[in-house]
C-alpha cells in the first residue's frame, strides 16, 4: 500500500505528500498524525510542526528556506509563505567517511564499445563535422543535407507521410517497404552548429575552442571535420592547442578547411567532402568490443525536475554513482547553481583541501556574475518546478545534489576542463539543460543520465542521452521521451537500490548499442556552448 507522505529525513520540518491530501484529511506520517489544513497536491509540503516568522525550513536535513509569517502544523509550504535561505560554508570542516557499496555482481561486466588509441572506449562510433565561426553554419548545414540524404536512405517519417497525403489530397499513404538502408554499419555522421567563435569576448572564444576539442577527444568520436572562415577569433591554431593540451598523442582523423584559403565555396565543399569521405570509410572499420563497465564516464544531470525528482530519480542516480565509484569507474555531477545550499556536505567530501577551495570559489564566482547581471541563484527554479512543488533554489538543490551520491569527490573541473579522474567529479556548469548536457559530453561523458519529472526533449548528438522519469504519471503521458521510471519507488513497489541496479542493467544495453534511446530515437542532436560573457 502506497504511504501518502514522507519525512525524508529524520530532522526535517516539512513532510512531503505523495499523493493529493485534501483539507481536513488526517494522515499519520511515523507515528506522528498531521491535519491537513488547506488541500495539498502531491509533490509539496506542508508543515510538520507550528512555524514562526523568520523560522528556518529544513528538508533532506538541511535548511532549503525560511519561513516570511507564522505557518501551521499541516499548511502547505509555498511561495507566500516560504522564501529562499541557505546554509553559507566558508571553509572544508570534515572529511565524510564513507562505506562502498558491495559491486561483487558489477565487478566482471562488460558492455561493447569502441576502443580508442588513447585508452578510452566509446559508446558511439561518431564522425563529427563543426564550424570553428557560426559563419560556417550555413556550410555545414549543406554537408549535413549532402551526408544524410547519400548515407542515410530513411525512410519517410509519419509526419512527412502524413504531409504528403494532404499534398496529395488522398487519406491514407502507404510508408514505403524498401528496406531501411546505411550505406556504413558501423559509423554515425553528425553535424554541430553554433552561434559563437566570434563578435563575443575572446574568453568566450577560447573556451569554445576547449569544448570543441573535448568533443574530439570524447570516446564518442571517430574523428572530425573542421570549418573555419579564416578571420574569426576563434583560429585555428587556438582549437588546435585547446586539443594538444588534452589529448597530446591525438591519433583521431582530422580534416580542417579554411573558407578564405580554399576559393570559392563549391571548391571548398569538393575537397571537404571527398577528404572527409575517405576518413569516415576508415572509421567505419572499427567495430564494438568488449570493455570493462569502469570505461563508461555517466554525466549526471537533471531538467523539467519535480518535486519527486529528490526522492526517487536523483537518488537511484546517487545510487549508480556510488557503485560506478566502486567499480573503478567516473560520474560527474555538474548544474552549480542547483548545489547552492548544500556547499558544506559537498566540500566535506572533497579528497583534498584545494578541490574543496576551487568548488567553493568557483560557486562565489558564478553567483557573483549571476548578481552582477541582477538577478541570483535564488530565481533558479523555474515556474513548472515551483508549480510541481521545488518552490527554492536551496528545496531544489537539496534534492539535485542526490544525483552524486555519497562518494568521495575526486576532482573539481571549471567549465571544458576534461576528466581524468576516475570516480565522482563535480563540474561546472549552467543549469540550463542543453548548455549543462553540451558541458558534460565536452568533458568526457559516453553516456549522459537525465532526470526528469515534467519531461524535455534534450539530446546531444554524439552521446546518448537517457532520460529518467520520477513518476508514474510523467511514464504514461510522455513515453515517448521516456527511457527509464524511477516512479515504483514513490509507489512503495521498488526500492532505490533495486532500481539502480536496473538502471544500470539498462545502461550497459545502451552503452553496447542494444538500445536506442529516445533521444537518438528522435534525432534530438541539441548543442548550446555557455557564454560567459557578453556580445562585442
Not at 80 to 100: L, Y
Not at 432 to 438: A, G, K, L
Given at each position: 500500500?502506497?504511504?501518502?507522505?514522507?519525512?525524508?529525513?529524520?530532522?526535517?520540518?516539512?513532510?512531503?505528500?505523495?499523493?493529493?491530501?485534501?483539507?481536513?484529511?488526517?494522515?499519520?506520517?511515523?507515528?506522528?498524525?498531521?491535519?491537513?489544513?488547506?488541500?495539498?497536491?502531491?509533490?509539496?509540503?506542508?508543515?510538520?510542526?507550528?512555524?514562526?516568522?523568520?523560522?528556518?525550513?529544513?528538508?533532506?536535513?538541511?535548511?532549503?528556506?525560511?519561513?516570511?509569517?507564522?505557518?501551521?502544523?499541516?499548511?502547505?509550504?509555498?511561495?507566500?509563505?516560504?522564501?529562499?535561505?541557505?546554509?553559507?560554508?566558508?571553509?572544508?570542516?570534515?572529511?565524510?567517511?564513507?562505506?562502498?557499496?558491495?559491486?561483487?555482481?558489477?565487478?566482471?561486466?562488460?558492455?561493447?564499445?569502441?576502443?580508442?588509441?588513447?585508452?578510452?572506449?566509446?559508446?558511439?562510433?561518431?564522425?563529427?563535422?563543426?564550424?570553428?565561426?557560426?559563419?560556417?553554419?550555413?556550410?555545414?548545414?549543406?554537408?549535413?543535407?549532402?551526408?544524410?540524404?547519400?548515407?542515410?536512405?530513411?525512410?519517410?517519417s509519419k509526419h512527412q507521410l502524413l504531409l504528403r497525403s494532404l499534398i496529395s489530397d488522398k487519406e491514407n499513404i502507404e510508408e514505403d517497404?524498401?528496406?531501411?538502408?546505411?550505406?556504413?554499419?558501423?559509423?554515425?555522421?553528425?553535424?554541430?552548429?553554433?552561434?559563437?567563435?566570434?563578435?563575443?569576448?575572446?574568453?568566450?572564444?577560447?573556451?569554445?575552442?576547449?569544448?570543441?576539442?573535448?568533443?574530439?577527444?570524447?570516446?564518442?568520436?571517430?574523428?572530425?571535420?573542421?570549418?573555419?572562415?579564416?578571420?574569426?577569433?576563434?583560429?585555428?591554431?587556438?582549437?588546435?592547442?585547446?586539443?594538444?593540451?588534452?589529448?597530446?598523442?591525438?591519433?583521431?582523423p582530422i580534416v580542417i578547411y579554411e573558407q578564405q584559403k580554399s576559393g570559392t565555396v563549391d571548391e571548398m565543399l569538393d575537397g571537404i567532402?571527398?577528404?572527409?569521405?575517405?576518413?569516415?570509410?576508415?572509421?567505419?572499420?572499427?567495430?564494438?568490443?568488449?570493455?570493462?563497465?569502469?570505461?563508461?564516464?555517466?554525466?549526471?544531470?537533471?531538467?523539467?525536475?519535480?518535486?519527486?525528482?529528490?526522492?526517487?530519480?536523483?537518488?537511484?542516480?546517487?545510487?549508480?554513482?556510488?557503485?560506478?565509484?566502486?567499480?573503478?569507474?567516473?560520474?560527474?555531477?555538474?548544474?552549480?547553481?542547483?548545489?547552492?545550499?548544500?556547499?558544506?556536505?559537498?566540500?566535506?567530501?572533497?579528497?583534498?583541501?584545494?578541490?574543496?577551495?576551487?568548488?567553493?570559489?568557483?560557486?562565489?564566482?558564478?553567483?557573483?556574475?549571476?548578481?552582477?547581471?541582477?538577478?541570483?541563484?535564488?530565481?533558479?527554479?523555474?515556474?513548472?518546478?515551483?508549480?510541481?512543488?521545488?518552490?527554492?533554489?536551496?528545496?531544489?538543490?537539496?534534492?539535485?545534489?542526490?544525483?552524486?551520491?555519497?562518494?568521495?569527490?575526486?576532482?573539481?573541473?571549471?567549465?571544458?576542463?576534461?576528466?581524468?579522474?576516475?570516480?565522482?567529479?563535480?563540474?561546472?556548469?549552467?543549469?540550463?539543460?542543453?548548455?549543462?548536457?553540451?558541458?558534460?559530453?565536452?568533458?568526457?561523458?559516453?553516456?549522459?543520465?537525465?532526470?526528469?519529472?515534467?519531461?524535455?526533449?534534450?539530446?546531444?548528438?554524439?552521446?546518448?542521452?537517457?532520460?529518467?522519469?520520477?513518476?508514474?504519471?510523467?511514464?504514461?503521458?510522455?513515453?515517448?521521451?521516456?527511457?527509464?521510471?524511477?516512479?515504483?519507488?514513490?509507489?512503495?513497489?521498488?526500492?532505490?537500490?533495486?532500481?539502480?541496479?536496473?538502471?544500470l542493467e539498462f545502461i550497459i544495453k545502451v552503452a553496447s548499442g542494444e538500445i536506442k534511446t529516445k533521444t537518438q530515437i528522435l534525432n534530438?542532436?541539441?548543442?548550446?556552448?555557455?557564454?560567459?560573457?557578453?556580445?562585442?
Amino acid at each position: 500500500m502506497q504511504k501518502k507522505a514522507i519525512k525524508v529525513n529524520s530532522t526535517d520540518n516539512v513532510v512531503v505528500a505523495l499523493v493529493d491530501l485534501s483539507a481536513n484529511e488526517k494522515i499519520i506520517v511515523d507515528d506522528v498524525e498531521y491535519l491537513i489544513t488547506k488541500n495539498t497536491k502531491a509533490k509539496h509540503k506542508f508543515a510538520a510542526t507550528n512555524l514562526k516568522e523568520g523560522d528556518s525550513i529544513y528538508m533532506y536535513g538541511i535548511i532549503v528556506g525560511k519561513a516570511v509569517h507564522n505557518i501551521e502544523k499541516g499548511e502547505v509550504i509555498t511561495t507566500e509563505n516560504v522564501k529562499h535561505k541557505s546554509a553559507k560554508v566558508e571553509k572544508k570542516t570534515d572529511t565524510t567517511t564513507w562505506t562502498a557499496p558491495n559491486v561483487d555482481k558489477w565487478k566482471d561486466r562488460t558492455f561493447m564499445g569502441y576502443h580508442r588509441p588513447d585508452g578510452q572506449v566509446g559508446t558511439e562510433n561518431v564522425w563529427l563535422f563543426f564550424p570553428l565561426v557560426f559563419c560556417e553554419n550555413r556550410n555545414v548545414e549543406t554537408l549535413k543535407d549532402i551526408f544524410e540524404k547519400e548515407l542515410l536512405f530513411d525512410k519517410p517519417s509519419k509526419h512527412q507521410l502524413l504531409l504528403r497525403s494532404l499534398i496529395s489530397d488522398k487519406e491514407n499513404i502507404e510508408e514505403d517497404n524498401k528496406e531501411d538502408y546505411r550505406v556504413f554499419k558501423n559509423i554515425e555522421v553528425k553535424f554541430i552548429t553554433h552561434q559563437g567563435g566570434c563578435g563575443g569576448i575572446r574568453q568566450d572564444a577560447e573556451a569554445l575552442g576547449r569544448l570543441l576539442a573535448g568533443y574530439v577527444k570524447n570516446p564518442n568520436v571517430a574523428g572530425a571535420t573542421v570549418l573555419s572562415l579564416g578571420c574569426q577569433n576563434l583560429q585555428v591554431e587556438i582549437f588546435k592547442e585547446a586539443l594538444e593540451k588534452i589529448s597530446p598523442n591525438n591519433k583521431k582523423p582530422i580534416v580542417i578547411y579554411e573558407q578564405q584559403k580554399s576559393g570559392t565555396v563549391d571548391e571548398m565543399l569538393d575537397g571537404i567532402i571527398k577528404d572527409s569521405y575517405l576518413e569516415i570509410k576508415k572509421a567505419n572499420e572499427i567495430e564494438r568490443q568488449p570493455a570493462p563497465i569502469s570505461k563508461l564516464v555517466l554525466g549526471l544531470e537533471c531538467g523539467g525536475s519535480d518535486g519527486f525528482s529528490g526522492i526517487s530519480a536523483n537518488p537511484t542516480l546517487g545510487r549508480l554513482s556510488d557503485l560506478m565509484a566502486a567499480i573503478g569507474g567516473s560520474t560527474i555531477l555538474s548544474e552549480f547553481p542547483e548545489l547552492c545550499g548544500v556547499e558544506q556536505e559537498l566540500v566535506n567530501r572533497c579528497v583534498n583541501e584545494k578541490d574543496a577551495e576551487r568548488f567553493l570559489q568557483l560557486m562565489k564566482d558564478f553567483e557573483n556574475s549571476v548578481i552582477a547581471a541582477g538577478s541570483g541563484f535564488d530565481m533558479n527554479p523555474s515556474p513548472g518546478n515551483i508549480k510541481d512543488g521545488l518552490i527554492t533554489d536551496a528545496m531544489k538543490s537539496a534534492g539535485a545534489a542526490k544525483k552524486g551520491g555519497s562518494s568521495p569527490i575526486q576532482d573539481v573541473l571549471d567549465f571544458t576542463e576534461y576528466i581524468t579522474k576516475p570516480g565522482l567529479n563535480l563540474l561546472c556548469t549552467p543549469g540550463n539543460d542543453v548548455e549543462c548536457t553540451t558541458a558534460l559530453v565536452g568533458s568526457g561523458s559516453n553516456v549522459v543520465l537525465f532526470t526528469t519529472g515534467l519531461g524535455t526533449p534534450t539530446g546531444n548528438p554524439i552521446v546518448p542521452v537517457v532520460k529518467i522519469s520520477s513518476n508514474n504519471t510523467l511514464v504514461k503521458n510522455m513515453p515517448d521521451i521516456i527511457d527509464f521510471n524511477t516512479g515504483e519507488i514513490i509507489t512503495g513497489e521498488k526500492t532505490i537500490d533495486e532500481t539502480a541496479d536496473d538502471l544500470l542493467e539498462f545502461i550497459i544495453k545502451v552503452a553496447s548499442g542494444e538500445i536506442k534511446t529516445k533521444t537518438q530515437i528522435l534525432n534530438q542532436n541539441d548543442f548550446i556552448p555557455w557564454r560567459r560573457g557578453v556580445s562585442l
